[in-house]
């Protein structure tokens, strides 16, 4: 199967058809392959790409220089105290500038809005490396590890645990509805993802034959093939932590937990970095059931898919 998303962007996997992401899915696998292979090539060769941090970051920093530079691209980074992104300047005139001098730009920050609007004004693809509303490049390497743990994803059960509205339960919302892959969030009330997003998915979950439920219930983990959880407190709501932690304490994943799935092939996932002894017991993230090691090298790879497909001819 071969698309073509050259000059797409990539901001909330909802623009994003169902073929379109397993297109991005199984090339992703091939550029693994081809990495585990020892293979080099140089498809970014005279190619740049701005990578614009507003949050710090490990895994989207590390995965984003090290995919575009072993193909002969050249990143450049840049934070906040690098540029005048939104400060002195306005965010469209930061664009239109740096569309002018790069081949793309990574985003990673706070508002929805702000991505949307370097894509708007800046005429090169952009990536969405993380905002308040949506983490698009992790909920592909998840996906593409749940892919290497059970082949297809669709019918299988994915619970994510813990609070309910954040960028990555709510990316792997879309992606679950889009995939036929049956979602539960497992989540106090007053963390529930939102109506407008929840009417987005059951709309497409229709679609797919995904079953996308929302429940305080802790014993809906049963049957869960996978079980995903992250941080309690995200970047940004640190005067939260004392509420959250009250909150989600009987949410955490431990291997009580993981035992009430039923099964002993279940996997234990985390976009990281993770809080042990918070959001996660050291013995289920460092256990056999993990998959979290997994997930961060495919991030890697998944975004090097990523950016091949939107801008180079494959």
């Not at 994003?16 to 199984?26: C, R």
């Not at 050249?74 to 664009?95: C, M, N, R, W, Y």
């Not at 593409?144 to 960028?167: A, H, I, P, Q, Y």
């Amino acid at each position: 199967m071969s698309l073509s998303l050259k000059g797409r962007s990539l901001l909330t996997l909802l623009d994003f058809s169902p073929q379109e992401i397993e297109f991005l899915l199984k090339l992703s696998k091939e550029v693994k392959n081809e990495n585990k292979k020892g293979l080099v090539f140089r498809r970014f060769e005279g190619k740049t790409l701005a990578l614009l941090f507003e949050k710090r970051s490990t895994r989207t920093r590390c995965a984003f220089e090290t995919a575009f530079g072993e193909e002969g691209g050249h990143p450049v980074f840049l934070s906040t105290a690098d540029i005048q992104l939104g400060a002195k300047e306005s965010i469209e005139d930061t664009a239109r500038v740096l569309g002018r001098m790069f081949s793309a730009i990574q985003y990673r920050g706070f508002k929805q809005e702000t991505a949307e609007a370097l894509a708007k004004y800046s005429n090169v693809p952009v990536y969405n490396g993380l905002t308040d509303l949506y983490h698009p490049t992790q909920a592909l390497a998840d996906f593409m590890t749940l892919e290497e743990s059970f082949g297809s994803v669709k019918g299988r059960k994915l619970c994510f645990v813990g609070d309910g509205r954040n960028n990555v339960a709510r990316s792997l919302m879309v992606i679950s509805a889009k995939l036929g892959t049956h979602f539960t969030v497992i989540t106090p009330d007053e963390l529930n993802p939102d109506d407008v997003l929840r009417k987005k998915c059951a709309d497409l979950a229709e679609k797919s034959g995904a079953v996308i439920t929302v429940t305080p219930d802790i014993n809906a983990v049963k049957g869960a093939d996978a079980v995903y959880t992250d941080v309690w407190i995200s970047m940004g709501e640190e005067d939260k932590r004392e509420e959250r932690v009250s909150l989600l304490t009987p949410y955490q994943v431990n291997q009580k937990l993981m035992d009430l799935t039923g099964s002993k092939n279940s996997i234990f996932l985390h976009c990281l970095p993770a809080v042990k002894g918070e959001e996660v017991t050291a013995d289920v993230i460092d256990g056999a059931q993990s998959k979290a090691w997994d997930q961060a090298e495919n991030r890697k790879h998944t975004i090097k898919a990523v950016m091949l497909a939107t801008l180079t001819k494959l």
